[in-house]
């Protein structure tokens, strides 16, 4: 952490920062360098006997639920998140987060933790609605120390705090060792051990990037602790994540579109130049309101569900009034694949001067005629 006091106008040492106050002022000035397109803000959570409480939010402590959904996966409900622009703003709510946080003495510390610790900062840019937005986050996890309590004497609620924090770091351990095995040999990862596996999942075993720094004594009487340290660091090393950008689902579903009406144009293209019919004017896929052209194959299912595509799924949702044109095209391109390669067979029949039509196989149930992207 480093000094907690400390502004822009009275900056502490260089050699005295903490980790987290460089990576703040690394932050800091790359947004500055993007002028407003970056909006920063900050979350402070700890885990205290298996309860998670808001560091920042105003009044008593009180437990907050930790939920999962299947598109944020673990997450903290009802949890407080203040933006902030400056060194100084960030610092203060560091500070604020750190003296509501629970600490008390033993016979080794006097100001030792009692809970684990997680700030996260949240990273999204301004973009224009029509662009795709970017988003991420940067976690900074404090873990509180294993205990024994035989040398730190707790006892009564130190106790309690103790055997918490010690159940919670083997959960960590136990799923950190399944971590670093070999993909193809792995068994079900215990996230729901712990809340504080649980709120780790994602640095643990997700898409990012994850540093962590084990803290060891080089006294000869905490020996034993050292070397459990030094193993516990050397497996989570063998531990391998793929870093990748996450797309949220609607921009991924728009790239979707987009990437299959363009490979009915060209397929489209295609046909036209093999039952020698004149070219189209190509449509642009940003235009929004496009008109929707009728004499679709009746009974076609395709992708989005029996009765075609008669409704976007983003319409009706807030800031997205223009995208369901997409979906005009996408019904204009399926409605003429289909025309030239049913009509198309008429058409050649006419042409090579045939008794009668050439009948076209009939698609497999369930698949789509159209091409390959839309089954």
């Given at each position: 952490?480093?000094?907690?006091?400390?502004?822009?106008?009275?900056?502490?040492?260089?050699?005295?920062?903490?980790?987290?106050?460089?990576?703040?002022?690394?932050?800091?000035?790359?947004?500055?360098?993007?002028?407003?397109?970056?909006?920063?803000?900050?979350?402070?959570?700890?885990?205290y006997n298996e309860q998670v409480?808001?560091?920042?939010?105003?009044?008593?402590?009180?437990?907050?639920?930790?939920?999962?959904?299947?598109?944020?996966?673990?997450?903290?409900?009802?949890?407080?998140?203040?933006?902030?622009?400056?060194?100084?703003?960030?610092?203060?709510?560091?500070?604020?987060?750190?003296?509501?946080?629970?600490?008390?003495?033993?016979?080794?510390?006097?100001?030792?933790?009692?809970?684990?610790?997680?700030?996260?900062?949240?990273?999204?840019?301004?973009?224009?609605?029509?662009?795709?937005?970017?988003?991420?986050?940067?976690?900074?996890?404090?873990?509180?120390?294993?205990?024994?309590?035989?040398?730190?004497?707790?006892?009564?609620?130190?106790?309690?705090?103790?055997?918490?924090?010690?159940?919670?770091?083997?959960?960590?351990?136990?799923?950190?060792?399944?971590?670093?095995?070999?993909?193809?040999?792995?068994?079900?990862?215990?996230?729901?051990?712990?809340?504080?596996?649980?709120?780790?999942?994602?640095?643990?075993?997700?898409?990012?990037?994850?540093?962590?720094?084990?803290?060891?004594?080089?006294?000869?009487?905490?020996?034993?602790?050292?070397?459990?340290?030094?193993?516990?660091?050397?497996?989570?090393?063998?531990?391998?994540?793929?870093?990748?950008?996450?797309?949220?689902?609607?921009?991924?579903?728009?790239?979707?579109?987009?990437?299959?009406?363009?490979?009915?144009?060209?397929?489209?293209?295609s046909l036209r130049q093999q039952?020698?019919?004149?070219?189209?004017?190509?449509?642009?896929?940003?235009?929004?309101?496009?008109?929707?052209?009728?004499?679709?194959?009746?009974?076609?299912?395709?992708?989005?569900?029996?009765?075609?595509?008669?409704?976007?799924?983003?319409?009706g949702q807030e800031g997205a009034?223009?995208?369901?044109?997409?979906?005009?095209?996408?019904?204009?391109?399926?409605?003429?694949?289909?025309?030239?390669?049913?009509?198309?067979?008429?058409?050649?029949?006419?042409?090579?001067?045939?008794?009668?039509?050439?009948?076209?196989?009939?698609?497999?149930?369930?698949?789509?005629?159209?091409?390959?992207?839309?089954?």
């Amino acid at each position: 952490m480093g000094p907690l006091t400390q502004s822009e106008s009275r900056p502490a040492a260089p050699g005295l920062l903490g980790l987290m106050q460089r990576s703040f002022a690394c932050l800091l000035e790359q947004s500055r360098s993007r002028g407003s397109d970056l909006a920063l803000s900050a979350s402070y959570l700890e885990i205290y006997n298996e309860q998670v409480r808001d560091l920042l939010s105003p009044g008593p402590p009180c437990a907050l639920p930790l939920r999962w959904s299947k598109t944020c996966g673990f997450y903290v409900e009802n949890q407080l998140s203040v933006d902030f622009d400056s060194l100084e703003a960030i610092a203060d709510l560091l500070l604020q987060g750190s003296q509501r946080r629970r600490t008390s003495a033993h016979a080794l510390n006097r100001h030792s933790s009692r809970s684990h610790a997680l700030l996260t900062i949240h990273i999204r840019s301004r973009a224009p609605s029509a662009c795709p937005s970017k988003q991420g986050t940067l976690c900074f996890v404090d873990l509180a120390g294993s205990e024994r309590v035989k040398e730190t004497g707790s006892t009564g609620e130190l106790s309690v705090e103790a055997n918490n924090i010690n159940r919670s770091l083997l959960a960590l351990g136990h799923c950190i060792s399944l971590l670093a095995k070999p993909r193809g040999k792995r068994m079900h990862i215990p996230y729901r051990d712990s809340k504080l596996t649980r709120l780790l999942a994602r640095s643990l075993g997700g898409s990012g990037i994850t540093l962590m720094v084990a803290c060891i004594s080089p006294s000869s009487r905490c020996l034993s602790e050292t070397l459990s340290t030094l193993h516990y660091a050397s497996r989570a090393r063998r531990v391998t994540t793929r870093p990748l950008a996450n797309r949220v689902s609607r921009e991924k579903l728009l790239q979707t579109l987009e990437e299959e009406i363009h490979a009915l144009q060209l397929e489209n293209l295609s046909l036209r130049q093999q039952l020698c019919l004149p070219r189209v004017p190509t449509r642009s896929m940003e235009v929004p309101g496009t008109p929707t052209r009728t004499g679709a194959r009746p009974g076609w299912g395709g992708r989005y569900g029996p009765a075609g595509l008669h409704r976007s799924p983003l319409e009706g949702q807030e800031g997205a009034p223009a995208w369901p044109s997409l979906y005009g095209l996408l019904r204009d391109f399926v409605v003429e694949n289909e025309q030239l390669r049913y009509g198309g067979g008429m058409h050649r029949t006419h042409k090579q001067g045939l008794k009668g039509p050439v009948r076209q196989p009939e698609p497999p149930a369930g698949q789509h005629p159209v091409s390959a992207s839309l089954s």
